[in-house]
C-alpha cells in the first residue's frame, strides 16, 4: 500500500534552484532568488569573468542607491524651521507657495516627537514622526554607513561576493526594493499618497526591475561554452582583483 504521508511530505518539499544570489546589510537578507543557468560551464566558477559579473551587480544596486537618494534629497526639499508658528507665518503669504510643489515637505526642527510638513493650500499636518531625524539639514549621519554584500552560491556554497560601504540617507537604506515596484505602478492616484508613498513612488519612477539583471549578468558569465573565453590563471585573477577598488572574497569551488 502507498505511504500517502511520505507522498504528502515529498510534494509539500520546496523545490530550489542551484544557483543564487544573496543581497544582504548588517547579516540581515534584503534580497535573495534563486534561478536556473542553461549550458552553465562549471569553470567559469573559478574565473574572473564570475566576479567581474558579481562587481557589475554590486555596482547597479549602489547606482541605484545613490539615484533614489538624489530624488529623495530633490523630492523632499524641506525648508527648516524653528517652530511650528514660524512655519504657519511663512506660508501664510501665498507668494511663498510658489517655492514649493505638492510633495515637498517643509519640516520644523524642534524637540517635539513630530515634525510638519507642508502638503498644499497653506495646510500644515503634523506627519508623526521625526521624518527625517535631521539628514536633510546634516551631513549623513556617520552611524548610516553600512557594510553591503551582494553574493553568488551554488548549492548554497557562497563561490564569490563583493562588499562595499554606502553612506545612505536612513529612509533610503530602510526602504531597499530593488523591484522598484511603487515606480513601475502606472495608476498611481498621486493626490492619495501619503508623503512617504509619494517618495517612494518619485525614487522608482521610470525604474525597472533591477533583479532580471542581477540574474542575467551571472547568467552570461556562467554559460561560456569555450573554456578559453575564461581568465582561471591563479595571477591573472589576482592581477585583476588588486585593480579593482571593491572587496572581493572568492572561494574556489
Known sequence: ???????????????????????????????????????????????????????????????????????????????????????????????????FRLGHGIVVRNDNDTDYAWVGNGQVVALGNKFDNGELSTRSPEENKTTYKFAFKVDGREVCAITWEGNYPKFIKDKIDLSNKWGRNGNVDIDRLSMEQYLLYKMGEGKTDLVYGLIKNICIACSESDNDNYTTEPDEIIKAWNNDSEKFSWRAF
Open 1 to 99: 500500500m502507498e505511504d500517502l504521508t511520505k507522498k504528502k511530505s515529498i510534494e509539500s518539499r520546496d523545490y530550489k534552484e542551484r544557483f543564487e544570489f544573496v543581497f544582504t546589510t548588517g547579516g540581515n537578507i534584503i534580497c535573495q532568488r534563486y534561478f536556473r543557468i542553461n549550458n552553465f560551464n562549471p569553470k567559469s566558477l573559478r574565473s574572473y569573468e564570475l566576479t567581474s559579473a558579481v562587481r557589475e551587480c554590486a555596482a547597479t544596486i549602489d547606482r541605484d542607491l545613490k539615484e533614489k537618494t538624489q530624488v529623495y534629497l530633490e523630492t523632499y526639499a524641506p525648508t527648516i524651521f524653528s517652530t511650528k508658528e514660524e512655519m504657519e507665518s511663512y506660508i501664510s503669504n501665498k507668494a511663498n507657495w510658489r517655492h
